[in-house]
């Protein structure tokens, strides 16, 4: 089961926005960073945002992250039929003996 | 090119082991952190397990502890899964990845996983 809840899935029309929302606790988000993971359908994950809102080299611009206190978000501007994916938000949690966590998942479809 | 390559899955019966490897490629494999992250059909990622770079620290999800093992050889560039005491629940496809931390001050965070393989298939059932 996971700790970190996203909504199962939002849609926008080509061009459009979407956010996607990440929200956890103080053994997670609150106290570590949080990256971000697109998963193409029948593909291994890939990771689209690290340390809250740095994009790795070959992520375009369009893809955003940021972190307040115990929740994350992504924002997908001018948004593409190629951005049809399940997205993923990651983290450690230092409660207990530690482990790492992701989110429970977000299907973004392109109207 | 900076590569992981799963290996080992199959088809096995409740109560039965599967040892998954990992081989590494393109980089130095000695210097990270690495993890293995399942995914079970129709449900989203979960993570399993990671080791530290000498293989002297080691972090398992509840669901695995005491049944799976984590190691590494870093002479063969390789990580490996060993898991035991299979259940129908364990039945996904295991991912390796790299692990990420960065050190801010006096605190080590958790940066990601930048790099995946492509994943191999455990399937439990009788």
């Not at chain 1, 996971?2 to 997670?28: D, E, R, Y």
């Not at chain 2, 293989?55 to 390789?78: C, H, L, M, P």
């Not at chain 2, 931390?101 to 399937?123: R, S």
Request: charge should be neutral; aromatic fraction near 10%; hydrophobic fraction near 30%.
């Amino acid at each position: 089961q996971s700790v970190l809840t996203q909504p199962p899935s939002v849609s926008a029309a080509p061009g459009q926005k979407v956010t996607i929302s990440c929200s956890g606790s103080s053994s997670n988000i609150g106290n570590n960073y949080v990256s971000w993971y697109q998963q193409l359908p029948g593909t291994a994950p890939k990771l689209l945002i690290y340390e809250n809102n740095k994009r790795p080299s070959g992520i375009p611009d369009r893809f955003s992250g940021s972190k307040s206190g115990t929740s994350a978000t992504l924002g997908i501007t001018g948004l593409q039929t190629g951005d049809e994916a399940d997205y993923y938000c990651g983290t450690w949690d230092s409660s207990l003996s530690g482990r790492g966590v992701f989110g429970t998942g977000t299907k973004v479809t392109v109207l | 090119e900076v590569q992981l390559v799963e290996s080992g899955g199959g088809l096995v019966q409740p109560g039965g082991s599967l040892r998954l490897s990992c081989a590494a490629s393109g980089f130095t494999f000695s210097n990270y952190w690495v993890t293995w992250v399942r995914q079970a059909p129709g449900t989203g990622l979960e993570w399993v397990a990671n080791i530290k770079q000498d293989g002297s620290e080691k972090y398992y999800v509840d669901s695995v502890r005491g049944r799976f093992t984590i190691s590494r050889d870093n002479a063969k560039n390789s990580l490996y899964l060993q898991m035991n005491s299979l259940r129908a629940e364990d039945t996904a496809v295991y991912y390796c990845a790299r692990d990420r931390w960065v050190v801010v001050g006096a605190t080590t965070l958790y940066y990601g996983m930048d790099v995946w393989g492509q994943g191999t298939t455990v399937t439990v059932s009788s």
